[in-house]
T-cell receptor
Framework: KQEVTQIPAALSVPEGENLVLNCSFT??????LQWFRQDPGKGLTSLLL?????REQTSGRLNASLDKSSGRSTLYIAASQPGDSATYLC??????????FGKGTRLHILP | NAGVTQTPKFRILKIGQSMTLQCTQD?????MYWYRQDPGMGLKLIYY???????DKGEVPNGYNVSRSTTEDFPLRLELAAPSQTSVYFC???????????FGSGTRLTVV
């Protein structure tokens, strides 16, 4: 059974710092891994999607990496801004077509 | 370009009542999903569908039913609502497993 873990559960950093969010999964047989952002009381916004054959994806200040063999992904946020404050969710899709989510990391950027 | 549309956005139910949460997508996606999100618990898969006429149980299907008569629509039915079903419900769709997912804006349900 696929399990997805995100560490840390919460993180506060001063504005301008670079930061890394971590995601680990137990079954390396995945189709893809996706990072989402969720603002309080809102839905999920897709940030980056990494296919199983890829090692990383970049969008603006965001960079996501994938190491299937070790069951890990990281989301790197460069030059953090207060607007980056949100919950970041990692989701993995495995061969049975189900998407399994981690519990998320609550990020707070201090002005 | 509506994407995934969920209705209603908010609903209060009394214990024992029934209701249907609506989800429709206009992207011709084959795959559709229903999740519930409880505080601090992440998202749990309730039911999913890989195409019209096909549905499968997820992690937490008890107390819910779904149908998929068309590609566009994937309603979630709650029978005999219970306080434990108080949650935020999200519907999502995907063209296929490797193409990522689009989420609706959610339905906040309270059972009292």
């Amino acid at each position: 059974k696929q399990e997805v873990t995100q560490i840390p559960a919460a993180l506060s950093v001063p504005e301008g710092e670079n930061l890394v969010l971590n995601c680990s999964f137990t079954d390396s047989a995945i189709y893809n891994l996706q990072w989402f952002r969720q603002d309080p009381g809102k839905g999920l916004t897709s940030l980056l999607l990494i296919q199983s054959s890829q090692r990383e994806q970049t969008s603006g200040r965001l960079n996501a990496s994938l190491d299937k063999s070790s069951g890990r992904s990281t989301l790197y946020i460069a030059a953090s801004q207060p607007g980056d404050s949100a919950t970041y969710l990692c989701a993995v899709q495995s061969g049975d077509d189900k998407i399994i989510f981690g519990k998320g990391t609550r990020l707070h950027i201090l002005p | 370009n509506a994407g995934v549309t969920q209705t209603p956005k908010f609903r209060i139910l009394k214990i024992g009542q029934s209701m249907t949460l609506q989800c429709t997508q206009d992207m011709n996606h084959n795959y559709m999903y229903w999740y519930r999100q409880d505080p601090g618990m992440g998202l749990k898969l309730i039911y999913y569908s890989v195409g019209a006429g096909i549905t499968d149980k997820g992690e937490v299907p008890n107390g819910y039913n779904v149908s998929r008569s068309t590609t566009e629509d994937f309603p979630l039915r709650l029978e005999l609502a219970a306080p434990s079903q108080t949650s935020v419900y999200f519907c999502a769709s995907s063209p296929r497993g490797t193409h990522g997912y689009t989420f609706g804006s959610g339905t906040r349900l309270t059972v009292v």
